[in-house]
Nanobody, 119 residues
Framework: QVQLVESGGGLVQAGGSLRLSCAAS????????MGWFRQAPGKQRELVASIPRDGAPNYADAVKGRFTISRDTDKNTVYLQMNSLKPEDTAVYSCAASRSPVATMWHYWGQGTQVTVSS
């Protein structure tokens, strides 16, 4: 099993920045791809960014150029640096991990952290 714990959410003004962290523990050897999802009230959950163990990151069009995903394998942690935040970025952000490099299925989830961007 893998446990994922997010931190770093909060309230920020539009144009500001936040960095989310997700620490993985447990059977981390089984993890290939890690990603960040978000779900706003009344909307479907969407994949914001993902990064495979050996490969380039991928981003949703809505966050390209503003968000950066990275992972520190020594610390078993994945980060989401969010810059130029907009009110529409307000959502619960969740970390997820997949055993696959293609990540068609996400096997492990964190509990989520709230990000609120005020206008």
């Amino acid at each position: 099993q893998v446990q994922l714990v997010e931190s770093g959410g909060g309230l920020v003004q539009a144009g500001g920045s936040l960095r989310l962290s997700c620490a993985a523990s447990g059977s981390i050897f089984s993890i290939n791809t890690m990603g960040w999802f978000r779900q706003a009230p009344g909307k479907q959950r969407e994949l914001v960014a993902s990064i495979p163990r050996d490969g380039a990151p991928n981003y949703a069009d809505a966050v390209k150029g503003r968000f950066t995903i990275s992972r520190d394998t020594d610390k078993n942690t994945v980060y989401l640096q969010m810059n130029s935040l907009k009110p529409e970025d307000t959502a619960v952000y969740s970390c997820a991990a997949s055993r696959s490099p293609v990540a068609t299925m996400w096997h492990y989830w964190g509990q989520g952290t709230q990000v609120t961007v005020s206008s």
